[in-house]
């Protein structure tokens, strides 16, 4: 129930309006509840570990695709990994166009799955296949001047890291 | 199951259409298609499209376009697999056919891309991937592509003018097909300076979008009657999927749903890769082509590069591919793609392919990709 009002009905048409007005404004919704519903995985990489096998999954998932058991918990990845690929987008998807250019990592992570972010704080030339990274936290994008601004996982090179 | 048959084709030239809308280019492929199979009828209509609800605003393509072509009435559907909708639309239809549940069906695809802005239309292909965890870190479709050449050419020890005799065969059959965007060779040297979209990938290792619609009238064989003569058999109708997203496969290099499908086709056929003299794969980006030519047996694993470098591609080469352009200079309207494949397929082997056509030609393969071959759909035909 929200401190504001004893009325969770007007909580809830209140949020629809504001996904609406985003929408006519902005010609993309925000994804109010979208956004949040991902904030433990975008926050502290929250996957899944497979209680039968011992897999590590991000993201999370409900059957392992190993040996099919439903029987998972949740896992929380270190965040250190190393780069498996890497590229340079000069070319953006509409809510990305004020990052151009932004350099985009597939990361295998040290604990098993590999996870793809952008790579941050690095110039594009100084970036290479092996190199080390961690985990840290950056805003992933902004819904316009009055919406949403939403962070997440990058990586950022490791200082010696080779 | 039955025997099926194309008995009709019909196609839109790809472009940027600012004049017509994918009603308009739907309905002229369909028309086409029933007029070349000599039917005012079918039974049924599959619609291959990927984003006719986001950039048109208009689903439910298969009644609006069943109506539109005088079909009111029929069962029609659309069929979703981003990409490769073109190629799973067929494949429905196919079992349609093959079923027994109908004689008679369309299989239409038609996608308009040029309909919104450039930065929407990127945002939209990017659907094709996983939308929480590609998509909403700004990874768009070209930059999972270029993961997969980057970390291509560091295995293999190459750099990207390795990959230049793909596009560059793509656009010289490009030059004969009166339907293809981009007709207009291309040299090594464009090749080599043309601009970064998403490094190592350029603008000419990338597919161009565009707008149009293709479409195939299907049979049962034994009800062809007096559409014998130019009917093509479909020997082989197989998909397969892979995970959406590249961070969830053991080895992001191998397109296992392109394997998959591949063989399901060749044993469907009772033929190997060796038997194929025609090859119209998803070169929606150079790699792609790579990737393809070894998941599906033409090459062994890091090998597949080496057919650009010698020439075994062209109409005349030992593995004929992209032979009216393919997805690099015919152009790529997403959805509607698989069904142009098997129009140039059906093309080739009634042996009407003129300057592009391919010797002998007597099997030919087509294969359909959803995002980076997370769905992979095959058909062979022979005639």
């Known amino acids: 129930m929200n401190q504001l009002s004893n009325e969770p009905i007007y909580t809830t048409v209140w949020i629809g309006s504001l996904a609406h007005w985003a929408i006519g404004s902005f010609g993309v919704s925000m994804d109010l509840a979208r956004n949040w519903r991902l904030k433990d995985q975008r926050y502290r990489l929250a996957g899944t570990i497979c209680n039968n096998c011992g897999t590590k999954f991000f993201p999370p998932r409900e059957v392992c695709t190993e040996c099919k058991s439903r029987d998972l918990r949740v896992h929380e990845f270190d965040g250190h990994g190393a780069v498996y690929s890497f590229t340079t987008l000069t070319q953006a998807p509409m809510g990305f166009e004020e990052m151009v250019p932004y350099i985009i990592g597939m990361i295998k992570l040290d604990e098993g799955p590999m996870i793809e972010a952008q790579i941050t704080d690095v110039n594009p030339s100084d970036v290479k296949i092996g190199q080390r990274v961690e985990m840290v936290t950056r805003k992933l994008r902004e819904y316009g001047d009055a919406g949403l601004i939403v962070y997440g996982y990058k990586f950022r090179p490791l200082a010696n890291g080779n | ?383």
């Not at chain 2, 990959?163 to 060779?185: C, D, K, T, V």
């Not at chain 2, 009657?225 to 992001?252: E, M, Q, Y």
């Open chain 2, 1 to 383: 199951m039955r025997s099926v048959s194309i008995v009709g084709i019909g196609q839109t030239k790809v472009k940027e259409h600012w004049d017509k809308s994918l009603r308009q280019l739907a309905t002229s492929a369909v028309l086409d298609a029933m007029q070349d199979a000599h039917v005012d009828h079918a039974d049924a209509l599959y619609v291959g499209n990927m984003l006719s609800g986001e950039l048109t605003g208009q689903e439910n393509l298969g009644a609006l376009i069943a109506d539109e072509v005088g079909l009111r009435g029929i069962e029609a559907l659309k069929v979703e697999a981003a990409c490769g909708g073109g190629g799973g639309a067929l494949r429905v239809g196919y079992l349609a056919v093959a079923s027994g549940q109908f004689d008679a069906v369309i299989v239409l695809g038609a996608e308009k891309l040029t309909e919104s802005s450039n930065c929407n239309t990127t945002a939209s292909l990017a659907m094709a991937a996983d939308a929480d965890y590609e998509a909403a870190h700004g990874i768009s479709f070209v930059a999972l592509n270029a993961l997969l050449m980057r970390r291509y050419m560091h295995e293999y020890d190459l750099v990207p003018e390795d990959f230049a005799g793909f596009s560059i065969n793509s656009h010289a059959n490009a030059i004969n097909n009166p339907n293809a965007m981009f007709r207009a060779a291309l040299s090594r040297e464009q090749y080599k300076n043309s601009r970064g979209v998403a490094d190592p990938i350029s603008v000419m290792d990338s597919a161009p979008i565009g707008d149009g619609a293709a479409a195939v009238v299907l049979m049962a064989t034994d009800q062809l009657n007096g559409n014998r003569a130019r009917a093509i058999k479909i020997a082989a109708s197989a998909s397969a999927t892979d995970s959406i997203s590249l961070h969830d496969r053991h080895d992001p290099l191998w397109l296992s749903a392109v394997e998959l499908s591949a063989k399901k086709a060749y044993a469907q056929a009772g033929i190997t890769a060796k038997d194929i003299n025609v090859f119209e794969l998803h070169d929606a980006f150079s790699i792609m082509s790579v990737m393809s030519l070894e998941a599906s047996g033409f090459a062994e694993r890091g090998r597949g590069i080496h057919f650009a470098r010698d020439g075994e591609i062209a109409p005349q080469g030992k593995l004929p591919i992209s032979t009216m352009g393919g997805l690099k200079a015919r152009g790529h309207p997403v959805g509607a793609t698989g069904v142009y494949q098997a129009v140039e397929a059906v093309t080739q082997l009634r042996g009407e392919a003129g300057k592009n056509q391919v010797p002998n030609a007597r099997v030919a393969m087509t294969q359909s990709l959803g995002g980076v071959a997370a769905n992979a759909v095959t058909h062979i035909f022979v005639n």
